[in-house]
T-cell receptor
């Protein structure tokens, strides 16, 4: 079964610092990989997705992620954190874009 | 156009009561998914519809859970004889087709007392 592991349930960064949220996947077939963001009391919003095209994927709000097959990783990065980036982030995997299997999430805290 | 909407946003039920949660997908979206998100966890897949056909219900935790989408648009997730472990946020998502991006609603937060 396909699955993802998110390392670090809580990450804290200073405003303006680099954001790095880690995600490793387990899949027996080329995966579709996703990052979603969830703000309090809201649904999930897609940040970006990888579907076997370019390995570096650019998303909304300045986020990007790089697919590294050799490391089975799909880490999410942003060069400079904003206060508005504080939220819960979920990595997810699916086969052929079907049902999503989510990680447990990483809560991002941005301090002034 | 409007996004995915869900109602009610909050539901408190006494243990043993039946509840019905509604999902209005984006107009024209063929695929509809239900997920369950327990506190502090990621969402977990429950069931999937392609139009009115329920093609996968492997994630439904028990036979107390039932979902339908009779006209291929609005969907209802029904939970019979609710238990405390059913307390969670229930998320609905829709997509143009099964392999397309899923758009999520705000969820229904169910609390079973």
């Amino acid at each position: 079964a396909q699955s993802v592991t998110q390392l670090g349930s809580h990450v804290s960064v200073s405003e303006g610092a680099l954001v790095l949220l880690r995600c490793n996947y387990s899949s027996s077939v080329p995966p579709y990989l996703f990052w979603y963001v969830q703000y309090p009391n809201q649904g999930l919003q897609l940040l970006l997705k990888y579907t076997s095209a370019a390995t570096l994927v650019k998303g909304i709000n300045g986020f990007e992620a790089e697919f590294k097959k050799s490391e089975t990783s799909f880490h999410l990065t942003k060069p400079s954190a904003h206060m508005s980036d504080a939220a819960e982030y979920f990595c997810a995997v699916s086969d052929a874009g079907y049902a999503l299997n989510f990680g447990k999430g990483t809560s991002l805290l941005v301090t002034p | 156009g409007a996004g995915v909407s869900q109602s009610p946003r909050y539901k408190v039920a006494k243990r043993g009561q039946d509840v019905a949660l509604r999902c209005d997908p984006i107009s024209g979206h063929v695929s509809l998914f239900w997920y369950q998100q327990a506190l502090g966890q990621g969402p977990e897949f429950l069931t999937y519809f392609q139009n009115e056909a329920q093609l996968d219900k492997s994630g439904l935790p028990s036979d107390r859970f039932f979902a339908e989408r009779p006209e291929g648009s609005v969907s209802t997730l029904k939970i019979q004889r609710t238990q405390q472990e059913d307390s969670a946020v229930y998320l609905c998502a829709s997509s143009l087709d099964r392999a397309e991006t899923q758009y999520f609603g705000p969820g229904t937060r169910l609390l079973v007392l």
